[in-house]
């Protein structure tokens, strides 16, 4: 009876293929059903915040120590630590095992002698003194203008973080997540370059002292801009407001005003040694607005000048002092 | 008696020696094996030299080596333009393997041609016999000769194209533009999520990176069109085994020119030949080594030398041919040679010269001039009706010289750190100048301080520029900055100008001093009868150098409200605009 046998396993073939066609279709349902989105709002991609910590990473306020420590002198890292030693020394910022970000401005691929960048004996002198303190790491962390590399490379800054012990940073496409910055006027969420904070205890800011056409000078406070990406050609359409905002969003534990060399015109580029002197100082604050006010007055010489609008807005929300001279300043000579 | 035990069948196998008595390692140190090694190792130099042309890898290794050494490259730039640039010499050092052993280079250097065989080899599926018919010769394998030809006219006309098909310039560029982004694309990905998902530190997958340090992903034009000829030209493997080689390749073309002067060949004995054709197995040239070898299609692969099982095939130094020294009747089998009886049936054993008949020579050399009046006069590319997009790389030659010189390598364009060379589609160059380096500003902006894409360029259609040279320092003062356009504003755009919106991003990022991007302060009544003060931007010619940093942070982003366009480059006296850069230009002619 061949006959019974092939129609035996022709009834079981059919009822295996009918299985799977029917779990095939079950399966795509299910799938279908779980994937389901009848308004759209489902496919669209979840963006996670980031939120820098309530406060910042400002220290404790002093009542006692000066709010400004001026150095000058010719060796950056005798007046680096000067300066630190005025408003009480590195101990003061830096605990053992801290992860530390060092933010210096390297916006441009420029030779450090044209003052359109932080000058490496400063980034070196501070990198030395932060490890000294006993940082874990520290982290060197910019944003340029121009090609990241190239920028870290030809201003010198990779070159003196490196050998003084600090780790660079560059930025690639990956490395921003969304920031929000409560109370911001214009960037409340902003793409923000946030693998060299993650884990990190303490920020410094170390910026050089620049001219700039459109908000007139461009110091610690501005130097902020280089922590951010995204849209950030739209920030002149209210460059005031926006460095106020930067004060607001980056709470620092230390800035370091770069006083070495002046950029006084055709900044914030430069470009020619003829647009560059001396300026031989170096500030330190955990106020940036006061450290900057020092700048405009006594390193760019615009004391007859009144501070730029972006001073008042962001001493208006508490965010510091332009009033240097009403405040205690250490002015010490260093080597 | 004790080791016969313990020792596997499959051991002793290996360790068995061969059956004309050479210990077994004999079959370890086949020249088929060097082979394989000597392409494992140009290809990865190959790969390493791509990988380093990149500003922190660069460290003086020869990154445009293969170009140099490619003796079509030298050949044909010194036809077009009577010079040997920089290290162009060194296409020379091909000619010695290629006159001493034939077209060696295509089967044990050239990393395209490495490529095809691999490709060939993976997606392998047909039978002995398939592969003995696929690996004969035809007519078609003509073509690169004919393809060589029309090349070599136009570079003598003054139209350099070889680098369309060149071997190398073609990988270079796919390389440049195709499989280094994409190589970042996937890196960058695999990067995110060892670090979100597996919380790992993804510092040591910045190796893989082709561009360390550059913030965006790069993107080239047309880039799918590049990765898709390598595809279907490499593809072309599945039906025509080394089909680009065969086929298509100008150099291969030059070198199989060259190599029937060649002192080696394989060499077939007539004694022993019993014409069974397994040499057809893997020949990769199909030079059929089973009768009349041509020479200048065999690569020199070896591969017929290990599948003859009468060991009749030898590679060994060229001698006459013997067809008229066989004595007696090969059709009775009583032929002899030099007192040996003859087995194969076919007596020819060499035909030196490519397949050419002397008719389709002048077909392509017709061919050839007629194409150049039929691409230059497209006007895409000249004095006349020249595309204001055409914007070229600091320190390249004049237009006419560029088009001399320029071998569409793209190594400009993979060196370029913020991405702004791109390879020109047919819009703003046509056809001659297509994939040849222009400026997209949209995507980034020639850096001030960097001359890389004159260090790489292997012809000099981008002259070696000192920063000096670019910036106009020192001794080149008195010449100035070298300009590759101007900035122009559409003021109908511009935030300032038309939107009463303060802005002047272009003013802050003008990289020159003192800055060719100035601004007036005007105080306006604004729309809700406010007086404001505005700064509002304009450009001094004599001092933009054309970098194009305004255009590409203008944040009218998609049109941008200051823009850079071809005129006023320093190499140009036609493209020039202010009467004093003319004058400059003529007093240095």
């Given at each position: 009876m061949g006959d019974e046998r092939y129609l035996r396993e022709s009834r079981r073939h059919f009822l295996k293929q009918a299985g799977i066609a029917a779990g095939a279709a079950a399966a795509a349902g299910a799938l279908a059903w779980a994937l389901h989105d009848p308004d759209g709002e489902r496919g669209k991609e979840a963006r996670p915040e980031l939120e820098l910590p309530k406060g910042g990473f400002a220290v404790v306020p002093s009542a006692?120590?000066?709010a400004l420590g001026v150095a000058e002198g010719q060796d950056a890292a005798r007046m680096v630590r000067a300066a630190v030693d005025a408003v009480g020394g590195i101990g003061r910022f830096v605990r053992r095992g801290d992860v530390v970000v060092v933010k210096p401005n390297v916006a441009f691929e420029r030779a450090a002698a044209l003052g359109a960048t932080t000058n490496p004996e400063v980034v070196r002198a501070l990198v030395s003194l932060v490890r000294e303190a006993g940082a874990r790491e520290v982290r060197v962390a910019d944003n340029p203008i121009e090609s990241p590399e190239a920028c870290f490379v030809r201003s010198g800054v990779q070159r003196a973080a490196e050998e003084a012990g600090a780790r660079v940073v560059l930025p690639s496409a990956r490395d921003f997540e969304t920031l929000r910055v409560p109370g911001a006027t214009w960037i409340e969420r902003w793409p923000f370059f946030a693998r060299p904070f993650a884990g990190a205890d303490r920020v410094i800011g170390v910026a050089p002292v620049k001219d700039h056409n459109l908000c007139r000078a461009s110091m610690t406070t501005k130097n902020w801009y280089g922590l951010l990406g995204g849209r950030r050609n739209q920030f002149h359409q209210d460059i005031h407001g926006i460095i106020s905002d930067l004060a607001l969003m980056m709470r620092p534990t230390l800035v370091v005003l770069?006083?070495?060399?002046?950029?006084?015109?055709?900044?914030?580029?430069?470009?020619?040694?003829?647009?560059v002197r001396p300026g031989n100082t170096i500030v330190a604050s955990t106020d940036s607005l006061a450290a900057d006010a020092y700048g405009w007055d006594e390193?760019?010489?615009?004391?007859?000048e009144p501070l730029p609008p972006y001073f008042a807005r962001a001493a208006a929300r508490g965010l510091g002092n332009p009033d240097w001279r009403a405040q205690a300043v250490k002015k010490v000579h260093a080597g | 008696m004790g080791s016969t035990l313990v020792t596997p069948g499959w051991v002793r196998r290996r360790l068995a020696p061969n059956?004309?008595?050479?210990?077994?390692?004999a079959r370890a140190f086949r020249a088929t094996r060097v082979r394989v090694v000597s392409q494992a190792f140009f290809f990865s130099l190959f790969v390493f030299l791509v990988w380093c042309t990149w500003f922190s890898r660069l460290r003086g290794y020869p990154v445009s080596l293969f170009l140099e050494v490619d003796p079509l490259v030298g050949v044909a730039t010194a036809i077009a333009n009577h010079t040997v640039y920089r290290w162009l010499w060194r296409g020379l050092l091909v000619f010695i393997p290629t006159l001493l052993l034939g077209r060696a280079f295509c089967n044990w250097m050239c990393p395209y041609g490495t490529l095809h065989q691999l490709v060939g080899w993976l997606f392998n599926v047909w039978t002995n016999r398939d592969n003995m018919s696929r690996n004969r010769y035809r007519p078609a394998y003509q073509i690169k000769y004919l393809v060589l030809a029309v090349f070599l006219v136009l570079a003598a006309l003054g139209s350099l194209q070889v680098g369309l098909l060149d071997p190398i310039c073609l990988l270079v560029r796919t390389f440049a533009t195709a499989i280094a982004p994409a190589a970042d694309l996937a890196h960058v990905n695999l990067a995110a999520a060892l670090r979100t998902r597996l919380g790992m530190d993804p510092e040591p997958l910045l190796l893989l990176s082709s561009a360390p340090g550059a913030l965006e992903q790069r993107v080239f034009r047309g880039a799918w069109f590049v990765g898709a000829m390598i595809v279907g030209l490499v593809g072309m493997n599945l039906v025509i085994p080394r089909f680009f080689c065969r086929v298509l390749c100008p150099l291969g073309a030059l070198l199989g020119v060259l190599s029937r002067w060649s002192l080696f060949r394989i060499d077939r004995d007539l004694a022993k030949c019993t014409d069974c054709d397994l040499c057809l197995r893997r020949c990769e040239g199909a030079s059929d080594p089973h009768q009349a070898l041509r020479k200048s299609e065999c690569f020199v692969c070896m591969n017929c030398i290990d599948d003859c099982p009468e060991g009749a095939l030898s590679f060994r130094l060229e001698r006459l041919p013997v067809k008229d020294r066989v004595l007696g009747d090969l059709a009775k089998g009583t032929a002899t040679l030099f007192g040996e009886k003859v087995i194969s049936r076919v007596p020819d054993t060499v035909r030196a010269a490519p397949a050419v008949p002397r008719r389709r020579w002048l077909f392509a050399v017709a061919g050839g001039m007629l194409a150049f009046p039929f691409l230059r006069l497209s006007a895409a590319v000249n004095k006349r009706g020249f595309s204001p997009k055409a914007i070229r790389p600091p320190g390249s030659v004049e237009e006419a010289a560029f088009l001399e010189r320029c071998i569409k390598c793209d190594q400009c364009i993979r060196v370029c750190p913020t991405n702004v060379l791109q390879p020109a589609t047919l819009a703003p160059a046509g056809l001659e100048g297509l994939w040849t380096p222009v400026m997209n500003f949209a995507i980034g902006f020639c850096q001030l301080n960097c001359t890389l894409c004159s260090e790489v360029c292997p012809t000099g259609a981008i002259q070696k520029t000192p920063l000096d040279r670019k910036l106009g320092l020192g001794p080149y003062a008195e010449k100035g900055p070298i300009s590759i356009g101007t900035a122009f504003f559409d003021r109908g755009r511009c935030l300032p100008w038309a939107m009463e919106t303060p802005c002047v991003v272009c003013e802050e990022v003008c990289p020159v001093t003192p800055k060719a991007i100035g601004t007036y302060d005007e105080e306006i009544t604004r729309w809700d009868g406010k007086r404001v003060l505005l700064k509002r931007p304009y450009v001094r010619p004599e001092l933009c150098i054309g970098c194009g940093i305004c255009e590409h942070e203008c944040p009218v982003v998609d049109s941008a409200a200051v823009y850079v366009t071809?005129?006023?480059?320093?190499?140009?006296i036609e493209r020039s605009l202010l009467l004093e850069a003319t004058r400059k230009a003529k007093e240095g002619t």
């Open positions: 006692v120590l000066p770069d006083g070495t060399r002046v950029l006084f015109r055709s900044g914030p580029t430069g470009g020619s040694l003829a647009d390193l760019l010489g615009r004391s007859g | 059956p004309d008595g050479s210990p077994w390692w071809a005129v006023g480059e320093t190499r140009s």
